[in-house]
Each structure stands twice: as C-alpha cells, then as structure tokens.
C-alpha cells in the first residue's frame, strides 16, 4: 500500500469534490475529483493556484491511504441535473395539477426545497469531515439553511399566525398544551404506598432516560474534553433550578437533578463518550479501496469502518493559555446552554407536545451539524492564521441557536420576563463577578505583574554587569597603575 503525505483532512475543496475510497485529503486531489478523475503522478503536489494543504498539528493522528478512486467517490453532478430536469419534466408535461391551493402551495414548497437540497449536496462547499462521505456533511448544511430559513419566517408572524401556521405541518399542533411537572412527591422510599413504595423513581424512569445518555455521549464525541462536558452537564442543572418558576417541567426533584441527571444519565454518557475518543485517538487510520481488500472479512470490515472518522485531530481547548482561548471556551459554554434552553422553550412557545416528531428531529438537526461545528470553532480558535474565518457550518448554527431565542422573545415575553427569585439571582451575580475577578487576574493583573517582574530582574541582572565590568575595569587599571610606578622606580634606581 502507497504511503501518502499526512494532511489534514478540512483542506479546502471544491463543493463537488470527494474523497477516494480511502479518503484521501489535501489539496493535491481537489481538481482531479472536481472532474472525476484523478492524475495518481501528481497527488504529492498540490495544483498552481490552489491552496496549499494544511499543516499537520502535533494533535492530529497520521493517516495512510492508498488513494483508490470509485464511483461512490466521484462528483455526479450532471446526473443530479439530468435526473432533476427529468422529474420537472414529468410534471411539467405528464401529471395533471390539482385543484387544491393548499395542497399545491404545500407541494410548491417542498419541491423547492429539494432543488436547493440539490443544489447544494452537488455544489456546496466542503466542511471539515469527509466520513461517510462529504455529500453527507453538505446535505446537513443546506437542510441548515433552510431550518434557518423557516425560523427567520416564524419570526416575522404575529404569535397567533406562527402558531396556527405549524397546523399546515401537522394539523395537531397549534393547541395549547400543559407541560408536565416532574416535582411532587420527592420522597425516595414512599412507606404511604405498601404495593410500590419506589414509585417516584419508576415514574422519573421515561424515554428522557436513555435519551439523556445518548445526547451526552454525543455530546461528549463533540466537545471532545472531560471538564467542558461537566461544566456544561452541572451548569443546564442550576439553569432549571433558576428557571423552574417559568418553565414547571424544569421542577424536578433533587435527585432527579444530580442523581439521576448528572451522576446516572449525563455522567454515564460522558465516561463512554470519552472512552471512545480514547479508542478513536488510538485507532489506526490506514485506508485501503474496497476492491483492493482480497477477504470478505477484510471488504465488511471497509464498510463498517467507513463510518468512522477518516483521521483524528484531539482537541486541546487550554482555556487558560490567552484570553482569545478562555473568551472562545465561555463563548462555546454559552451557546450550548442556550441551546438547551431553546429545546423547552420552543415547544413551550410553539405548542408543539414533548415527543413529537418535530422535537425529535430538531435533536436529529443538532446531532449532525453539532460535530462540524465544534470543529470549524476549534480549527478557528486554535490556528487563526491559516483559518481566517469562521466555518460555514459554525455561523449558520449559531445563527439558529439566536433566532430560535429571538422566536422564544417574541412569542412569550410575559414567561421570559418573570422576575428571578431573589436568592437566585444572588447565587448568578456571585457567579458572574468571580468569573469577571478571575479574567482579570489571570490574562491582566497577572501578566502585568509577570512582565514587571520580568523587567525588574533583567534590570537587576544588567546593574549587575555594568556592576562587576567597573570593578573588573578598576581593578585592571589599579594593576597597571602599580605595575607603572614599580618601573618608573627602577629606573630611577638604575
């Protein structure tokens, strides 16, 4: 198997290219996919005008690749456009319109939908993963869009015309709905209930469960750090216990919140996230084509593997290190809790029913662009020079995370502005002011104090030079001196 170069695998490519069925990375391969083709003489050296590859970090795992072209592999785009242009065609010529405006105004926008999906899974710039296949990772960004798209729509309705529009989604919706309280009765062992008296447990113990586990594991695959994870994990707790008197299904019991959340559900999704991340870290990245695989165990092995990253960058977030790192970490830390926090007040707002489907898939949403994003921030936060703006995937999913908090603004100010307890928001201004007093020690008052410090001892150090080159000088002028008067009175003796 041919060694190639180590590159790192978010090289800029052209919307249409892919990787081989190796994956193979770096710029040196991005016009020959762009036709189909590939020039095997040239994939050392990247094309005149192109962009150079990116450097490998020191924190990025070394991959080999035989460089194996396929069909899955290539750019298709004049068969979308040809298969496009025939279905068009059939209804343009061959299937009669409807004489329903709604139905067709439903139909309209889904038909538009799928062409900008299209267009973009075809033509759409690359982001930084390539596994399964970058096709994938472009499809997510354009049904990005277009989330972002519909949530800027919605914001522009009055609260009534918003609500009542999710009934052209499913005609269920636009119904107030009670949101369910997990407090009550919080007593572990209930002795008043002879058949069951661990009943409260077994009534916490719903589909939230396993799902609790799921986002935390995948939500660890993202952040890839065992302490952002915590933080995040123990900082959502103290926000429903902040907010639990706008929200009531934020009331929940104490155990609900540290034992069953953070210690069970949260902290056993965290573990085996970051015991994957030590597999995938170790993990080989040596990619042979399929067809050059000679076992069937080999071939099925390929395929599963196919799944997996193409390499592995680990990420070393140093929030401590400067001032733009420890801003970036708050920032991160921030928006992840404000993403949570849209994920029940949407639904409160919206009316839409905990487990409806379109709850499910705005997780589904999150699952796959969250990744991407994550690491367009750290490639941004960690190496500003070669990465000079942030990635798309990263501003269109911040952009979403704002408007969906703008959308919970507009539609419910009375619960957003329900005064906060006193004591909570004590517990919040301490919290504020100790992070505040902290960034100013740390990237101020101590680096100020470093560097006068630094300077007084280079000071003191060149006194004493100055110091011990006079004394050096007097000294040898001293000798001399005695040495020109011990011949002056020979020679008078003489």
């Not at 992840?336 to 489907?357: D, G, I, Q, R, S």
């Amino acid at each position: 198997m041919s060694v190639l170069a180590m590159a790192k695998p978010e090289s800029k490519r052209s919307g249409s290219a892919a990787l081989p069925m190796g994956g193979r990375s770096g710029a040196a391969v991005e016009e020959p996919l762009i036709n189909g083709t590939a020039d095997s003489q040239n994939q050392h050296q990247a094309p005149a005008g192109k962009p150079k590859p990116a450097r490998p970090r020191t924190t990025e795992c070394e991959v080999f690749d035989d460089g194996t072209i396929t069909f899955f592999w290539r750019a298709h785009t004049l068969t979308v456009l040809f298969i496009l242009t025939c279905a068009l065609v059939y209804v343009t010529l061959l299937e009669e319109t409807p004489q329903d405006t709604a139905y067709n105004t439903k139909r309209g926008i889904i038909a538009s939908i799928l062409v900008f999906l299209c267009f973009g899974v075809t033509q759409a710039k690359d982001g930084p993963f390539s596994r399964p296949h970058p096709a994938y990772w472009r499809f997510w960004l354009c049904v990005s869009v277009v989330y972002e798209l519909f949530l800027i729509f919605i914001l522009f309705q009055t609260v009534h015309d918003g609500r009542q529009f999710m009934k052209y989604i499913d005609p269920k919706l636009g119904v107030p709905l009670p949101e369910r309280d997990y407090g009550g009765n919080c007593l572990i062992y209930d002795p008043g209930n002879a058949t069951d008296p661990f009943h409260n447990i077994w009534d916490k113990m719903d589909g939230f469960v396993p799902a609790h586990f799921l986002g935390w594991y995948i939500k660890t695959l993202m952040i890839r750090d065992w302490w952002m994870c915590m933080i995040i994990s123990v900082m959502f707790e103290f926000l429903e216990y902040s907010l639990e008197h706008q929200l009531p299904n934020f009331s929940e019991c104490w155990w609900d919140h540290w034992i069953m959340d953070v210690l069970v559900c949260n902290g056993l999704g965290i573990y085996c996230g970051m015991k994957t991340l030590g597999w995938l870290s170790m993990k080989p990245y040596q990619w042979q084509g399929l067809w050059n695989i000679p076992t069937y165990k080999g071939k099925i092995k390929r395929i599963a593997f196919q799944f997996t990253p193409y390499s592995w960058v680990k990420f070393e977030w140093k929030p401590a290190s400067n001032l733009r790192r420890w801003l970036a970490v708050l920032g991160i830390i921030f928006m992840f809790l404000l993403a949570e926090l849209n994920t029940f007040y949407l639904k409160f707002v919206l009316w839409m029913p905990p487990e409806h489907y379109l709850v499910l898939l705005r997780l589904v949403f999150f699952v796959n662009v969250g990744g991407v994003a994550m690491r367009e921030i750290y490639d941004f936060m960690d190496d500003p020079k070669f990465h000079k703006k942030l990635g798309q995937q990263a501003w269109i999913v911040a952009a979403i995370t704002v408007t969906e908090f703008l959308i919970v603004v507009k539609y419910d100010p009375h619960t957003i502005m329900l005064p906060i307890p006193f004591f909570v928001t004590q517990c919040w201004f301490l919290g504020i002011v100790l992070i505040l007093t902290w960034t100013l020690w740390r990237f101020f008052i101590r680096d100020i104090t470093l560097r006068y410090k630094e300077t007084r001892r280079r000071k003191q150090e060149g006194l004493g030079e100055r110091t011990n080159g006079t004394s050096s000088q007097a000294t040898t002028s001293g000798r001399s001196k005695l040495n020109g008067s011990g011949d002056s009175t020979r020679q008078r003796k003489s």
